[in-house]
Nanobody, 125 residues
Framework: QVQLVESGGGSAPAGGSLSLSCAAS????????MAWFRQGSGKEREGVAS????????LYADSVKGRFTISQDNGKNTVYLQMNSLKPEDTASYYC??????????????????WGQGTQVTVSS
């Protein structure tokens, strides 16, 4: 089993920056991909970014390309999400997720089978 714990987030003005961290523990050697998802109030959960833990390949939602960067520190089993040029529409609960023992076919939540508890990001206009 894999456990995920997010940290970071908080509040920032539009145009500001925030960073999120996600520390994985347990059977981390089984993780194929890690990702960040978000869910705004009254909205469906959407994929933000993912990273292939072995090859480092990344995937981003169009809405965050050029503004968000996902990265990893394999030695620490930690994934990061650097969020720059924040917009009010980035306000959401952000969730870290891992695809454990499976290769995700895209940035879709059913492809990921381990989830963190979520952390709130609020961007003021």
């Amino acid at each position: 089993q894999v456990q995920l714990v997010e940290s970071g987030g908080g509040s920032a003005p539009a145009g500001g920056s925030l960073s999120l961290s996600c520390a994985a523990s347990g059977d981390t050697y089984k993780i194929i991909s890690m990702a960040w998802f978000r869910q705004g109030s009254g909205k469906e959960r959407e994929g933000v970014a993912s990273i292939d833990t072995a090859r480092g390949g990344t995937l981003y939602a169009d809405s965050v390309k050029g503004r968000f960067t996902i990265s990893q520190d394999n030695g620490k089993n930690t994934v990061y999400l650097q969020m720059n040029s924040l917009k009010p529409e980035d306000t959401a609960s952000y969730y870290c997720a891992a695809a454990v023992d499976r290769v995700p076919r895209g940035l879709e939540s059913p492809e990921y089978n381990s989830w963190g508890q979520g952390t709130q990001v609020t961007v003021s206009s």
